[in-house]
């Protein structure tokens, strides 16, 4: 099962489980979480959501590089327009509070997934991240848009073009995640302030998240998107994910 699923008095956690290759998001593991996002969504026994990563070192590790290190400007352009409407703008507009559990690396499209969420709370061990530039391509699950609206834009550039993780403890010092907690501690944690959250009315809670989204303009992640997909066509971008895939460090050619 790619998608471990467990439902207690409300509260529906989310597991990604592909620990093997550290939770990266397939197209198999995202079109599981879509369908889990989707029922959830309209099942009246589901009052928030838990997203996390099985294994202790990651929640996830990104998109699944391997699957991509051929695909063309076009495939790019869908992997990115799909990956967003398939699941990232999904979990964003869930009607139900969604708190991730950021359990370890949450880096590119796993940091993605974790700022689509509502709330985020990590492990102490957690390394929040968008290395996308360092293998010849950008953030394509919104991370370009998200991120600068947790951090501001200053931080946000800063961790785009170095492609830096952040430990735990920046993360909450620059409001990208809400709380850091032993990791033994995590997943309480978040059914804690789940409980809290759950206490209130459901349909204020669903009013309320709608609200604080329409405050944030949508312009930019069609942007987003096209250069995505332009990447694919780069030598950079062959060269970093091959580097990636041969475990060394990148040549770019710079075009
Ligand atoms: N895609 C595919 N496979 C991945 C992966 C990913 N994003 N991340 C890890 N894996 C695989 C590794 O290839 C490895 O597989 P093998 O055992 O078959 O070699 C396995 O998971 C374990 O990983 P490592 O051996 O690399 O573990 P490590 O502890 O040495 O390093 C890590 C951990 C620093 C997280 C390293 O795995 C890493 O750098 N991963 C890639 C991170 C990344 O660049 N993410 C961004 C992806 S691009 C993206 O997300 C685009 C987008 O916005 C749409």
């Known amino acids: 099962m790619l998608i471990l699923s467990e439902l207690h008095e409300g509260l529906l956690v989310l597991t990604i489980n592909r620990p093997e290759a550290l939770n990266a998001l397939n197209g198999d593991v995202i079109r599981a979480l879509s369908e889990a996002i989707q029922a959830a969504s309209t099942n009246d026994d589901v009052r928030a959501l838990v997203l996390t990563g099985s294994g202790e070192k990651a929640f996830v590790a990104g998109a699944d590089i391997k699957e991509f290190a051929e695909f063309n400007a076009e495939q790019g352009r869908a992997l990115s327009a799909q990956g967003q409407t398939a699941l990232f703008?999904?979990?964003?507009?869930?009607?139900?509070?969604?708190?991730?559990?950021?359990?370890?690396?949450?880096?590119?499209?796993?940091?993605?997934?974790?700022?689509?969420?509502?709330?985020?709370?990590?492990?102490?061990?957690?390394?929040?991240?968008?290395?996308?530039?360092?293998?010849?391509?950008?953030?394509?699950?919104?991370?370009?848009?998200?991120?600068?609206?947790?951090?501001?834009?200053?931080?946000?550039?800063?961790?785009?073009?170095?492609?830096?993780?952040?430990?735990?403890?920046?993360a909450l010092a620059c409001g990208l995640v809400n709380a850091v907690v032993p990791q033994a501690e995590l997943l309480n944690a978040a059914k804690q302030l789940a409980g809290q959250i759950m206490k209130n009315a459901p349909t204020a809670l669903s009013a309320a998240l709608k609200s604080v989204l329409a405050g944030y303009s949508r312009d930019g992640f069609g942007a987003e998107i096209e250069h995505f997909g332009a990447c694919f066509e780069t030598e950079d971008f062959r060269e970093g994910t091959q580097a990636f895939i041969a475990k060394r460090k990148p040549q770019f050619p710079g075009k």
């Open 89 to 170: 703008d999904l979990v964003e507009q869930c009607p139900k509070p969604v708190i991730a559990a950021v359990n370890g690396y949450a880096l590119g499209g796993g940091l993605e997934l974790a700022m689509a969420a509502h709330i985020r709370v990590a492990s102490e061990n957690a390394l929040l991240g968008l290395p996308e530039v360092s293998l010849g391509v950008i953030p394509g699950y919104g991370g370009t848009q998200r991120l600068p609206q947790l951090v501001g834009k200053g931080k946000a550039m800063e961790m785009i073009l170095t492609a830096r993780a952040i430990p735990a403890s920046d």
